[in-house]
């Protein structure tokens, strides 16, 4: 439904596009006190001609505090007429989207729940390859070899180099002594992770020492078949508008790209998160805005995205740095800023399985790779695809709740890998790379933002401007670069 200020407009004789009606319904707050009304209605120009957004936007801050649309400008008629438009796809099938679901309160019931609720699907799964397990407390009362699944509630190392992992299940908690000269020695225990051992408990019943483990690990069987579809989607993430780091240029020759015989099979665009740099993120944010206002940042990105040829389904997720709830699972964008966009993008939360075409996607924005990279020995910002294999090992997105990344206790853990997915995709450490683990294939997307002040500061050079393009008939992915004209 249209808001009165559209229909304000339009009685003054002025004709809105249909981008420039969704803008004044967003900003409509900064024009409902006292006379800004009329005097913005005054200040917008050529009086009863068509108004896009540029002109309301100048109207609305006569100073015109940003004005970096008009440097992006693609021509969309051009690129549309390049490319031979088609039809527009359906809407992909969403499943495991938190949005409009959420149940949490913030209780210590909820906190109990989601818990337990990790344990006993993951146990399951456990279950299906660890055979006879018993329960810790009936573990405690045998001395031969026997089988347990538990949750990690604490990991430490003795003076002596042993491990000792406490696991718990819903009867009992017990420490599992990992010996030095053990193969499972190297191995990285995280919090809150479901995992079996098999071995055998003292005679004291205060002690497991164990032989061996096994992860409820994520395998795709059968390994990739072919499907009948030519179509292919393109890749990105951490777009980042809003910063003066974005990269006006690489997105432009995207865009124009996407207008091209070379992606006349690109029918689906997947944006991971972080779609604008937001505000009040991290200390000194301002300073790197170039937009300062969270509507203006959507305002920008919506025309951005209103360039793309119109026959691409565009499927966007927020990321840690969008205006919704940081705690994950995290919903979709609200409504007012929906609203800026056509009809036709899919919104989702983060994250989400995507189906597309019978191929099935999990996107997740990626948040959890700040904990899992610090906590697994021998990873970095340098290798997220190592980072996602760990989270496919222990069919976890976030494995670990109380770290950097916050969790919402959801009655049901959102966070948990199952079903297994054709493709994994995640973003934010603004690197790239494609794998292949266990016949399941994992992207981590690029960004449209420069090194950043954060990154200089931690030696990281980000991989921007790059593109995973995979085919949806043969699985295979191949790369566009925009960084360089
Ligand atoms: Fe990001």
Redesign the pocket.
């Known amino acids: 439904m249209k808001g009165w200020i559209v229909y304000y407009v339009a009685s003054r004789g002025y004709l809105l596009t249909p981008a420039a009606e969704r803008y004044l319904e967003v900003m409509d707050e900064a024009l409902l006190t006292g006379d800004k009304l009329d005097e913005f209605v005054e200040r917008i120009p050529g009086a009863e001609s068509i108004v896009d957004i540029e002109d309301l936007r100048k109207a609305i801050s006569p100073q015109g505090e940003v004005n970096i649309a008009t440097s992006l400008k693609n021509n969309k008629g051009e690129i549309e007429e390049a490319r031979n438009i088609g039809e527009l796809p359906a809407p992909p099938l969403i499943k495991g989207d938190i949005s409009g679901n959420s149940l949490c309160s913030g209780e210590i019931d909820d906190f109990m729940k989601y818990i337990r609720d990790r344990y006993e699907r993951l146990s399951a799964i456990l279950k299906k390859s660890v055979s006879s397990s018993v329960s810790i407390e009936a573990a405690k009362r045998r001395t031969s070899s026997v089988s347990i699944i538990g949750m990690v509630r604490e990991t430490k190392t003795t003076k002596n180099g042993h491990i000792i992992v406490d696991v718990e299940d819903m009867s009992d908690h017990i420490p599992v002594l990992i010996k030095k000269d053990s193969d499972m020695i190297s191995e990285n225990f995280l919090l809150d992770e479901v995992i079996a051992f098999s071995g055998s408990t003292s005679m004291k019943g205060d002690m497991f020492y164990a032989d061996s483990f096994t992860r409820p690990e994520a395998v795709k069987k059968p390994a990739l078949m072919e499907i009948e579809s030519e179509n292919e989607v393109a890749i990105i ?2 777009i ?1 508008v809003g910063s003066n780091t974005f990269l006006p240029d690489a997105w432009k020759r995207f865009v124009k790209w996407l207008g091209s015989k070379d992606a006349e099979n690109v029918k689906y665009l997947l944006i991971a ?2 779609l604008v740099d937001g505000i009040g993120i991290y200390p000194n944010q301002e300073k790197e805005l170039e937009i300062t206002d969270i509507y203006e940042q959507y305002a920008h990105l919506a025309e951005l995205i209103g360039e793309i040829p119109s026959d691409i389904r565009i499927i966007m997720q927020p ?3 969008d205006a919704v709830r940081p705690a994950e699972p995290q919903p979709m964008l609200p409504e007012k800023i929906r609203k800026l966009f056509s009809e036709d993008v899919v919104f989702t939360g983060n994250p989400v399985y995507v189906n597309l075409e019978g191929r099935l996607f999990l996107s997740y ?1 990626g948040r959890s790779m700040d904990d899992i990279l610090s906590s697994v020995r021998g990873l970095s910002y340098e290798t997220p695809l190592l980072a996602m294999e760990e989270m496919l090992k222990r069919r976890l997105l976030a494995p670990s709740y109380g770290q950097k990344t916050p969790l919402a206790p959801e009655s049901t853990d959102y966070m948990l890998i199952d079903p297994v997915p054709d493709v994994l995709v995640t ?4 690197s790239y790379g494609v794998a292949e683990f266990n016949g399941i294939t994992i992207i981590n997307s690029s ?1 449209w ?1 420069s090194q950043t002040e954060y990154q200089k500061m931690h030696n990281f050079h980000p991989q921007p401007a790059r593109v995973a393009v995979y085919h949806l008939g043969t699985g295979k992915v191949r790369e566009k670069n925009f960084l360089e004209a």
């Open positions: 993430s951490d980042h998160g972080d990321g840690n740095h924005h973003g934010h450490v603004h960004t933002q």
